[in-house]
């Protein structure tokens, strides 16, 4: 029984106390968010977890970013508050289906979104993420043949702005997925002005209404240059909370599905990470992400790839 426990105040002991370190992605609950040790998008929570000296990594965040902490830094112990925080594109990407795609196209590479499985990541060659992957695409020569997964609007959005013809994968990400082109185009006229922001994983008909698209970190360095006074983001809302704390005179409005609030783009698996679980995960070193070994080395090629060519 946890009532009456002050949950911070033992968060903050068992993390000195277990010399570990709390990752959390812009995704989780603000009193996450605030007293985590980094606050990142997947391709910096990866570069954090590779370079930590901690000895445990909390992970706030969804798994597959929980199993790439373990991949780059296998003599760490990884917890995960909530091992059923999942993704729905991974779940989209079953790897014996993915193996048979491959092998229907022999002379392409494999570029894989890091929202896949380790099975996924070691069937691939080169993992990005939607900050990298404008950067690791320019570095495919331009007569190679690519198939990208799982997210089908991330390489859709890839497709169009690089010119390249990509072999898509057909996942999506039921949070992107629900964002009314409608209830958002009436949100725009309310808001006369106001520029948009959304994530690669929303279906183009959101994008096309964007006036920036890029990966959470780049939807937060815009909101902090942005202009004007108000902004409407096409991302999980929860990421609203850094722009609040940063800019707290100016309004953001998370773009509505199609019922007309924003609450239905809460993804539910980050929301499943909860104080309570971390404490419980610091305190009891579980739920514990394991690899096994040959696995991880496969998988470890792409995620390699990955960082030698992000920039
Ligand atoms: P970012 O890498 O932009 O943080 O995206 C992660 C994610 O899961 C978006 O849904
Ligand atoms: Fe996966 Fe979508 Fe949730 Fe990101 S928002 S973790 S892509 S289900």
New binding site residues.
């Given amino acids: 029984n946890l009532a009456g426990l002050d949950l911070r105040a033992e968060i903050d002991r068992l993390r000195t106390e277990r010399n570990a370190v709390i990752l959390a992605h812009y995704?989780q609950k603000p009193e996450i968010q605030d007293l985590a040790d980094f606050v990142g998008d997947s391709l910096d929570l990866s570069r954090k977890a590779q370079a930590t000296d901690a000895d445990v990594i909390a992970f706030c965040g969804?798994r597959f970013m929980a199993e790439t902490a373990k991949i780059l830094s296998p003599q760490k112990t990884v917890v995960l508050p909530d091992m059923d925080a999942g993704?729905?594109?991974e779940d989209s990407c079953p790897p014996e289906q993915f193996a048979a795609f491959r092998a229907q196209h022999p002379d392409a590479i494999a570029l894989t979104y890091i929202?896949c499985s380790t099975a996924v990541k070691a069937l691939s060659d080169v993992i990005v993420t939607s900050s990298s992957a404008e950067a690791i695409l320019a570095k495919i020569p331009p007569e190679q043949k690519i198939i990208f997964g799982p997210d089908r609007n991330l390489g859709g959005y890839l497709a169009r702005k690089t010119g390249r013809d990509l072999i898509l994968w057909p996942g999506v990400?039921?949070?992107?997925e629900a964002f009314s082109e409608t209830e958002l185009l009436k949100l725009k006229a309310e808001h006369p002005g106001a520029p948009v922001v959304a994530h690669p994983?929303c279906p183009a008909v959101i994008l096309d209404h964007a006036d920036y698209v890029g990966s959470t970190r780049g939807i937060l360095e815009y909101a902090m240059a942005m202009p004007g006074d108000t902004l409407i983001v096409a991302t999980?809302p929860h990421i609203i909370h850094q722009m609040e704390k940063a800019l707290p005179t100016k309004r953001f409005i998370g773009a509505p599905g199609a019922d007309g609030n924003c609450n239905c783009n809460i993804?539910p698996?980050?929301a499943l990470n909860t104080m309570e679980k971390l404490y419980l995960a610091l305190r009891d070193l579980t739920p514990r992400i394991e690899i096994e070994e040959g696995l991880r080395l496969e998988a470890k090629k792409s995620l390699d790839a990955m960082m030698s060519m992000a920039g």
């Fill in positions: 995704y969804v993704c729905s594109l929202n990400c039921i949070v992107h994983e999980e993804c698996y980050m």
